[in-house]
C-alpha cells in the first residue's frame, strides 16, 4: 500500500502562488509516477501534471503549462506542485495520485486532497 497525503492548499488572490505538496510512504518502490488531478466544483475531475518517480519525465496539461511547475524530492519522498499566476478558474480540490504517468494512465492510490481557491 502507497499512502498520500496533500497539503498546502489555501485562498490565495488572483495572480498569486502556492506551492502543493503531496507527501508518499508505504511501499513506494512500486510507484511509477505521481500525477496531480483537480476537480472543480460541478465539474469533472481532470489531469493537471505528473512526474516520474525515479527519472525526469514531466507533464502537463496544457491550462496550467508555463505557469505550474512540478518537482519531486525523493529524499523526502515529496512531490511538489508549484503553482503561479493564479487564476479564478484554478480552483479546485487538488488530489495527487499514484501509480501509472500521464492523464491515462492508471492510478492506484489517491489522497484525500486539499482545496485551493482563487479569489479577490
Known amino acids: 500500500q502507497v499512502q498520500l497525503v496533500e497539503s498546502g492548499g489555501g485562498l490565495v488572490q488572483p495572480g498569486g502562488s502556492l506551492r502543493l505538496s503531496c507527501a508518499a510512504s508505504g511501499r513506494t518502490f512500486s510507484i511509477y509516477g505521481i500525477n496531480w488531478f483537480r476537480q472543480a466544483p460541478g465539474k469533472e475531475r481532470e489531469f493537471v501534471s505528473a512526474?516520474?518517480?525515479?527519472?525526469?519525465?514531466?507533464e502537463y496539461t496544457d491550462s496550467v503549462k508555463g505557469r505550474f511547475t512540478i518537482s519531486r524530492d525523493n529524499a523526502k519522498s515529496t512531490v511538489y506542485l508549484q503553482m503561479n499566476s493564479l487564476k479564478p478558474e484554478d480552483t479546485a480540490v487538488y488530489y495527487c495520485?499514484?501509480?501509472?504517468?500521464?492523464?491515462?494512465?492508471?492510478?492506484?492510490?489517491w489522497g484525500k486532497g486539499t482545496l485551493v481557491t482563487v479569489s479577490s
Open positions: 495520485a499514484a501509480g501509472g504517468f500521464g492523464p491515462v494512465a492508471a492510478m492506484h492510490y
Open positions: 512526474i516520474t518517480w525515479r527519472g525526469s519525465s514531466t
